[in-house]
């Protein structure tokens, strides 16, 4: 019983220190400018969304949240079509470049993103693309597909061999095996991977900072909040930070809800 | 329907050679059962015929086709695996059911069909549940019925009921057979229980460390070991073995204190000073007085067990421990002197230096 106590002590303690900035953000959104800069933090106060209200009503914001939102998903959407059956493939008919291939992915994640900015800001100069949405895709793709490689193999290396077997055995083709089996089996661990490179790409700032000047991303478009004039918005800060946190969470339901029905429906 | 040849097949998983050149040929209908201890190659070749595993060499043959090259989807097998890989995805009906939708069977037909292969194995109440909310047993018995509902060429079972309890696996048993009995399909059934093996077997391919020792009916395997290991693997209680030479005159085998009198045709096999091992069942050795005709010796009784109808009697005689299965109205006290008798015809001869029957051919023929 006493140790119950103080476990459970453990975990408030815990979850407070890591909720507490997040919900003091939350708060600090509603507040205006003045009751967040008081020496002595209010916790009664008039909620407003004027913040929300001027962080929307900037042009930079509305470009910036259009330009994220396409380009994560297409570069989200190009990593799982060819990162969840490349993941498959190397687990099931080439286990022997399994470590080799799996290094070589990670290692793509070791280099400065800068180091990998500017030869690409030279060759989409070259290719005529560059600053485009396009050339932003292509080059989050070179992450997302990487990342759902590194995390698939090892949700596909937790489905049974046997079970693919069996499978096979009652007549299945090897897609259908991967698509009826396999897939359901491994989707779990899937959307974690999945839900992970999302939010790496969402977050992305230094290859979106150094690739682009228009076609910029909103987490650009909150950095360059900061340093907007003299008197720091620190309510317009604190609520584009949570519109920028909240993506990822509309994410999980939406991803969850459609993969369900989506394997619901395969059989 | 499906005749199986299987010629030299070679299993090599890397520096390990899991199967030596095994030749079997399988009838068509021919229940066959691989029997031998674990590690002796029995999923391997199982594996192998179903074409998940790589032949490494040799030759498959179904229906004298080679099948080498086949992929296991077009190969028309069923298979029960050892851990059951169940579908953890699905329900028990779902994974029942999952084979007969590949072959795009009517719904009605498939429920009739499924909702029967349950009731046979007690599984009705089980059908809604996935495989992680089912017992050992009851999931084995969930990959028994995803096979058995199909009609295939071959049905090939990895110790499908080895994790199941006593009744249950007499009663599985008995419907393995009666499936068989009336389907009449080419069965390969693995297990390492030799009494499942005797009781279901038209055929039983004895294993060992990648190689046959002996391929047989259940009554040629059990009255006719080829080798010193089959005797020593099949039968419960086990076959008595005696370390034994060939007396100087040729007709005798000794061993200190006892000496035992071979008939002259089966003498002919040996020549003086042979080392050999004697193998004779439990029921073999008789009471004295049952058994006319053949030299009597003196044992003590040092154990008996009540085993229903018989008893087992454990007994001393020289130096040697001997176990004889006797009526259990013919129980001797323990610690009482017995005579007993060999009878002649339930006498097996092993060379001692190879482990080989001597003249098995022979006594083949008697059994
Ligand atoms: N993938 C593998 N790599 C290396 N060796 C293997 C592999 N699979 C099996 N073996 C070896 O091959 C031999 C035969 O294995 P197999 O699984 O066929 O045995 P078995 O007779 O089915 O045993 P059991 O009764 O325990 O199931 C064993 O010695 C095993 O260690
Ligand atoms: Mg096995």
Known sequence: MKRGLGGAVIVVVLLFATLFPVLWTLLSSFKTLKDIVTPVPTLLFQPTWQNYADVLATPSVQHGLTNSAIVVGCSLGVGMLLGVPAAYALVRHAPQLKSDVLFYVLSLRFMPPVAIAIPFIVIYTDLGINDTRFSLILTYCLTTISTIIWLGVPAFEQVPREIEEAASLEGYTEFEVFRKVALPVAIPSLIGAILFTFVIVWNELLIALSLTSQNFTLPVVAASFTTMGMEVPWGIINASTILLALPPFLFIGVIMRFLNRFFRAAH | MATIDIEKFVKQYGPVRALHAVDLHIEDGEFVVLLG???????????????????????????????????????????VFQNYALYPHMTAYDNIAFGLRRLKVAKPEIDRRVRQTAELLALGAYLDRKPRQLSGGQQQRVAMGRA???????????????????????????????LHMLLRTTTVFVTHDQLEAMTLADKIVVMRDGHVEQIGTPREVYYAPASLFVARFIGSPPMNLLPMQVAPNGMQLAADGLVITLDPERAADLHP???????????????????????????????????????????????????????????????????????????????????????????????
């Open chain 2, 148 to 178: 058995m509902i199909k009609t295939p060429q071959v049905f090939l079972f990895d110790e499908p009921l080895s994790n199941l309890d006593a009744t249950l696996r007499e009663q599985l048993r008995v419907e393995v057979k009666k």
């Open chain 2, 37 to 79: 201890p674990s590690g002796c190659g029995k999923s391997t070749m199982l594996r192998m015929i179903a074409g998940l595993e790589e032949i490494s060499g040799g030759v498959l043959r179904i229906n004298g086709k080679p099948m080498n090259d086949v992929p296991s989807r077009d190969r028309d097998i069923a298979m």
């Open chain 2, 273 to 367: 000073g042979q080392l050999v091992t004697l193998g004779i069942r439990p029921k073999d050795l008789r009471l004295a007085h049952l058994q006319s005709g053949t030299d009597r010796h003196s044992a003590t009784v040092m154990l008996t067990e009540m085993m229903g109808a018989e008893t087992l009697m454990q007994v001393r005689l020289g130096n040697t421990e001997l176990i004889m299965l006797v009526d259990d109205r013919d129980t001797a006290v323990t610690g009482s002197t017995i005579e007993i008798a060999f009878a002649p015809e339930g006498l097996r001869l092993f060379d001692a230096a190879t482990g080989k029957a001597i003249a098995s051919r022979r006594i083949s023929r008697v059994a």
